[in-house]
Every structure is written in C-alpha cells, then in structure tokens.
C-alpha cells in the first residue's frame, strides 16, 4: 500500500491518496453510510480530527513520530462509542 498525502494550495485542504489498497473504498463508503444514517456524525468527526491534529494524535503515516490513530480508526471508535449508548444505530 502506498500513500501519497498532498495539500490543495488554493483551499489548504489536506489529502492522502491511497493506492493499492482495495478496501480503503469499502472503509469510506462504511463511514459515508453512518455519516447518512445520522447528520451529527460528520461534524463530531471532523471536530474530534481538529482536536488530535495538534496533539500529533492523528498523523499515523509520518515517519518518527509518536505512535497515533488514523482518522479511520478515531471514526471506528467514535460510532462504536455512539451504538453503545444507543444514539446510533447499526
């Protein structure tokens, strides 16, 4: 699997392009499903993403640094966390 992260110059925004891998499609359209399921998703993921960038808690592909999550698995917790107490369904 190869990564390669870029950033839009004109908006900022970040990116990483994953090739090789096939279930990175699968992952993203499983995270669009609860997004649709329940419209409060996105901004808790977003903001929950805003809140570990700084704390180098979200950046699991650069080299030496500290051990930490990809977005993928701060989403996995965050609508697991939300089916426990029942403000998701599955």
Same mark, same amino acid.
């Given at each position: 699997?190869?990564?390669?992260?870029? +950033?839009?110059?004109?908006?900022?925004?970040?990116?990483?392009?994953?090739?090789?891998?096939?279930?990175? +499609?699968?992952?993203?359209?499983?995270?669009?499903?609860?997004?649709?399921?329940?419209?409060?998703?996105?901004? +808790?993921?977003?903001?929950?993403?805003?809140?570990?960038?700084?704390?180098?808690?979200?950046?699991?592909?650069?080299?030496?640094?500290?051990?930490?999550?990809?977005?993928?698995?701060?989403?996995?917790?965050? +609508?697991?966390?939300?089916?426990?107490?029942?403000?998701?369904?599955?």
């Amino acid at each position: 699997m190869e990564v390669v992260k870029f +950033i839009d110059k004109k908006s900022g925004l970040e990116c990483d392009l994953n090739v090789n891998e096939r279930l990175g +499609i699968a992952n993203s359209d499983l995270i669009k499903q609860y997004c649709d399921i329940s419209p409060v998703l996105r901004p +808790i993921l977003f903001s929950i993403k805003e809140w570990a960038k700084p704390l180098q808690l979200n950046c699991p592909s650069t080299p030496y640094a500290m051990v930490s999550f990809s977005s993928y698995a701060f989403a996995l917790m965050t +609508i697991g966390f939300l089916q426990v107490r029942s403000f998701l369904e599955s």
